[in-house]
């Protein structure tokens, strides 16, 4: 049973465009949520995190949003780069560090210049 | 400052051999995470330990996987008598406390 869910295996998204990266999750118990990029032959890569007592957290070009009572949350890049082409994963844990964190499937992202 | 450092990159095993797989946390960090990544798929934690402890082994199989992370040197995933089954990337990832865990690039672990 996945505890948390990325809908989209895919998205494409011309270069300049909002890229949006939806994510839903099923524990509320769930308190602090990431985002990771992860390129091809390489290890996932930290981008940005919120805990659950904020809904907005904001990092240059990367937001993310958290609604609590629908178990959602998304990651909005703008503007979209090509380099910014990736698969990126949605994690969470029930604390804001030390806590295994459970990932979904991620979501393959293609900016397209 | 260098990040997580996993060695080997890419290991061959035969069926039945043994795998070790090396993690060396970033400086100053004293947390260590192992992940499973099967193709297609999102990553699955295994087991969690701080130096010469494991703090949550609930994800790691409880036979053949075994896990350490000795006061010095790197932290260990071993896998014995391995199984085509074992074959997926895994990751290792490490924090201080309170803060995301930053990950390395993986061992790719192919079983013939």
């Known amino acids: 049973d996945q505890q948390v869910k990325q809908n989209s295996p895919s998205l494409s998204v011309q270069e300049g465009r909002i890229s949006i990266l939806n994510c839903d999750y099923t524990?509320?118990?769930?308190?602090?949520f990431l985002w990771y990029k992860k390129y091809p032959a390489e290890g996932p890569t930290f981008l940005i995190s919120?805990?659950?007592?904020?809904d907005k957290n904001e990092d240059g070009r990367f937001t993310v949003f958290l609604n609590k009572s629908a178990k959602h949350l998304s990651l909005h890049i703008v503007p979209s780069q090509p380099g910014d082409s990736a698969v990126y994963f949605c994690?969470?844990?029930?604390?804001?560090?030390?806590?295994?964190?459970?990932f979904g499937k991620g979501t393959r992202l293609s900016v397209i210049a | 400052n260098a990040g997580v450092m996993q060695n080997p990159r890419h290991l061959v095993r035969r069926r039945g051999q043994e795998a070790r797989l090396r993690c060396s946390p970033m400086?100053?960090?004293?947390?260590v995470y192992w992940y499973r990544q099967l193709p297609e798929e999102g990553l699955k934690f295994m087991v969690y330990?701080?130096?010469?402890?494991?703090?949550?082994e609930s994800g790691m199989p409880k036979e053949r996987f075994s896990a350490e992370f000795p006061k010095e040197g790197p932290s260990i995933l071993r896998i014995q008598q391995v199984v085509r089954g074992d074959s997926a990337a895994y990751f290792c990832?490490?924090?201080?406390?309170?803060?995301?865990?930053?990950f390395g690039d993986g061992t790719r672990l192919s079983i013939l």
């Open positions: 994690a969470a844990s029930g604390h804001s560090g030390n806590t295994p964190l459970v």
């Open positions: 330990l701080q130096k010469e402890n494991i703090i949550d």
């Open positions: 400086k100053g960090h004293s947390h």
């Open positions: 990832a490490s924090s201080v406390d309170n803060q995301p865990q930053h």
């Open positions: 919120i805990s659950s007592i904020k």
């Open positions: 524990n509320s118990m769930f308190d602090y």
